[in-house]
């Protein structure tokens, strides 16, 4: 007999729920109660996108809610840090993003530590960063940007969500690189950061691409480039930076972290249920419309990632000698 997804999903939720025999602890009886995925920035950015993505697929997949809490501010360390201090029990998650990378160099003073303190669980996706503009601002390609902005210094305002974040460090490697100056505006999140670009009150950001592609399908806003080394599937008419600047490079990712100490078992129960996620066809093909590609690791190969990126970002960052005390 063939039942569908919701009556497939109905049936998972009350086998978890029944009370028919005693489960042993760990992996086995979890999820037992709603869990909560922190993601550092406002709703609407892609950092929240991604992150809803997953929790809904998670949410069918375990049989319990996965809930998405947006706590923005000091670019994702107030979310970090409220994961690093709560209990390894699994019912808390952190969105772990590319700015927890740059976040260990950029913050000489942190009352937790990224690497040590929150534990890898699954890698969820990897999207480039897109250079957006007002379509009334009259530049059309990477080579006119650099020509205006020497043109006009500090003339050009550009939009971040939030110090530190990849879109702002990536603005600031772009601002090294071309010898150019603007004056950077960040926000609490790239969602509001966009509706102030829409309303041309910035003219640039470095957005993710999940945050900006339906802005840019819909001539809301003007992509002049993408950040990887080779062009976005999903914008495949959309230049690289690096033709212009060889060697630029810079992306966003995306992630799913626990508190250390979290155990082993519940740890490899998310980790599964993440890679099943990512090779679902309906999962595949929405990260391929956000402009992203499923980054399938193990919690092993997440850990080496984010030491890998944090490695990276700690020269980016004292190259463009930004630091926080």
Known sequence: MRISRRQFVGLAGAAVASPALPLPAGAQAYPSRPVRIIVGYAAGGGTDIAARV??????????QQFIIENRPGAATNIATETV????PDGYTLLLVTAANAINATYYEKLSFDFIQDIAPVGAVMRVPLVMVVNPSFPVKTVAELIAYAKANPRKISYASGGAGGPDHMAAEYFKLSTGTEMLHVPYRGLGPA???????QVQLIFATMPAAI???????????????????EALPEVPIVADVLPGFEASQWYA?????????????????AVLAGLADAKIRTRIAELGGVPMPMTPAELGKFTADETGKWAKAVQFAGAKVN
């Open 54 to 63: 997953m929790g809904h697929w998670l949410s069918e997949r375990l049989g």
């Open 84 to 87: 690093a201090r709560s209990a």
């Open 194 to 200: 966009l509706t102030d670009l829409i309303g041309g």
């Open 214 to 232: 339906e802005y840019i399908k819909a001539d809301r806003l003007r992509a002049l480039a993408v950040t990887t080394e080779t062009r976005s």
């Open 256 to 272: 799913l972290g626990a508190p250390k100490s979290t155990p082993a078992d519940i740890v490899a129960t998310l980790n599964k």
